[in-house]
């Protein structure tokens, strides 16, 4: 059987003292950055992984993490993979929690969490009272709000981020597209708002025909019967779709009608799903990087429980690919 790997191993492997790959585990300060990242490379390299049990009684600190997550949250799994792993790679466990989706309900729960004693800490992607967001270490564990989704569990903070539409709909104007058209999701959602609104604000920056903004849903029958009731003579126009699905509602559509795609209608989407490479025209998207949220999120969490600086905020969470469904229009 082979033997587990220890600290001492780590220890010889980064070139440091056990007391220093013990430090860098429990959090304390003092270890340099350089230092710190040489022994969890070194811990990765030889899948070492902490004894908690000891270390719990050793330093009072369980080692173990929580996320709470109300049942009925949306795509959660990238989020939840990567928080996971980040946990892991800085040695703590992380326990996933299913909470009410009532936000008082959650609460309660998770003040019962924290009496219980069993996390140094716990994010939650949706939104908690300020009495719990407040706790200081003094006081029990770090609770950390990571702002991913509000109450209704419709995205926020950092998902509602519209850059892409202004991106998209500047590529589309150099190709020389001068009307267009926006199809919203429900208006409830923070992100089909700021989606709308960056349209509204291209337009006027940039002076083009809008063809209007029409409020829909997140399915592929708006975006069939959009296009389908439109007017012969909009052609050509660049149709911004709030997401994939209506996307391709809307290029059946412009497909029965006989119109040619890209050239009569050029068309973006939001979300990459996995069809959207391979429609005719492939589809030219914006993948969201929920996995770059969830690991940022975590480590926010572990250096604030670490007592450490905050972690510098991923760049690039929302990604443009350019594919088959935009060109110039037609003459």
């Known amino acids: 059987m082979q033997k587990r790997p220890t600290s001492r191993d780590v220890a010889r492997l980064a070139g440091v003292s056990q007391s220093t790959v013990s430090f860098v585990y429990t959090g304390r300060d003092g270890v340099a950055p350089a230092t710190r990242d040489r022994v969890l490379q070194a811990a990765s390299e030889l899948n070492y992984r902490p004894n908690l049990a000891a270390r719990a009684m050793r330093t009072q600190r369980t080692g173990r993490l929580a996320v709470v997550f109300p049942v009925s949250a949306p795509n959660p799994l990238n989020m939840l993979r990567a928080a996971t792993i980040a946990a892991e790679d800085a040695g703590y466990v992380l326990e996933i929690l299913s909470l009410p989706d009532d936000r008082e309900a959650r609460a309660q729960r998770v003040e019962e969490l924290i009496d219980g004693g069993q996390y140094e800490g716990f994010l939650s992607f949706t939104p908690l009272p300020t009495r719990i967001l407040n706790?200081?270490?003094?006081?029990?564990?770090?609770?950390?709000?990571?702002?991913?989704?509000?109450?209704?569990?419709?995205?926020?903070?950092?998902?509602?981020?519209?850059?892409?539409?202004?991106?998209?709909?500047?590529?589309?104007?150099?190709?020389?597209?001068?009307?267009?058209?926006?199809?919203?999701?429900?208006?409830?959602?923070?992100?089909?708002?700021?989606?709308?609104?960056?349209?509204?604000?291209?337009?006027?920056?940039?002076?083009?025909?809008?063809?209007?903004?029409?409020?829909?849903?997140?399915?592929?029958?708006?975006?069939?019967?959009?296009?389908?009731?439109?007017?012969?003579?909009?052609?050509?126009?660049?149709?911004?779709?709030?997401?994939?699905?209506?996307?391709?509602?809307?290029?059946?559509?412009?497909?029965?009608?006989?119109?040619?795609?890209?050239?009569?209608?050029?068309?973006?989407?939001?979300?990459?799903?996995?069809?959207?490479?391979?429609?005719?025209?492939?589809?030219?998207?914006?993948?969201?990087?929920?996995?770059?949220?969830?690991?940022?999120?975590?480590?926010?969490?572990?250096?604030?429980?670490?007592?450490?600086?905050?972690?510098?905020?991923?760049?690039?969470?929302?990604?443009?690919?350019?594919?088959?469904?935009?060109?110039?229009?037609?003459?």
């Open 135 to 331: 706790l200081s270490r003094d006081r029990g564990p770090i609770v950390l709000w990571a702002s991913a989704f509000d109450d209704e569990m419709h995205a926020t903070g950092v998902f509602t981020d519209a850059e892409p539409i202004v991106t998209m709909m500047d590529r589309l104007v150099e190709l020389g597209h001068r009307r267009f058209l926006h199809i919203t999701g429900p208006l409830d959602f923070p992100a089909a708002v700021a989606r709308r609104d960056a349209y509204l604000v291209t337009v006027e920056r940039l002076g083009l025909e809008s063809l209007g903004v029409i409020e829909g849903d997140w399915t592929s029958e708006v975006g069939v019967e959009v296009v389908r009731d439109l007017p012969d003579e909009v052609t050509p126009f660049a149709l911004i779709a709030p997401n994939d699905s209506v996307a391709i509602g809307a290029m059946r559509s412009a497909a029965l009608r006989g119109w040619s795609m890209p050239g009569d209608m050029s068309i973006t989407g939001w979300d990459d799903i996995g069809t959207s490479a391979f429609l005719v025209p492939s589809l030219t998207s914006v993948i969201q990087d929920r996995g770059l949220v969830g690991d940022y999120a975590m480590r926010q969490l572990i250096a604030a429980v670490r007592g450490e600086a905050e972690p510098e905020p991923p760049t690039e969470v929302h990604r443009i690919v350019w594919r088959e469904s935009i060109a110039p229009p037609s003459a």
